[in-house]
């Protein structure tokens, strides 16, 4: 498979989870720490926070991409929220889970549903992460 890539961005990350990123055009700045649960002291933002938020943006835009390609209407509050779980792996390392949780009020349950399973095959964040780590997609 081959991506015609539109956009890049290049950002760099100092001291790892109790440090700082940013992005090389300045555009976006974050310190980060480390969550209380993991041993930290929960000052700053942490990377599962920033994916969470990337992941939601992300899901959202393709849904509405989605819409437009079916020609049907989203409701104007549409909005995702995405739960970005951390812990150890049964066999070593880390690992990742998310759940995404889609909020279409006043939409027809079966055309939201089939727009979720849409967008799931566009969304570029789904498409990186199908069959590596668990994901629970849902209607709210």
Known sequence: MS?????????????????????????FKVDLGTP???????????PEQLFAAGYAACFL???KFVAQQEKISIPTQASVQVTVGLGPRSDGGFGLEVS???SLPGMDAPQAKSLLEK?????PYAN???????TMVQLS
């Open 119 to 123: 967008t799931e095959h566009v969304c």
């Open 128 to 134: 990186a992460t199908r069959n590596n780590i668990k």
């Open 3 to 27: 991506v015609n890539v539109l956009y890049r961005t290049t950002a760099r990350a100092t001291g790892g989870r109790d440090g700082h990123a940013e992005t090389l055009d300045g555009r």
């Open 36 to 46: 209380k649960e993991l041993g930290g002291n929960d000052q700053g933002n942490n």
């Open 61 to 63: 835009g393709a849904m």
């Open 100 to 102: 995404i949780e889609a």
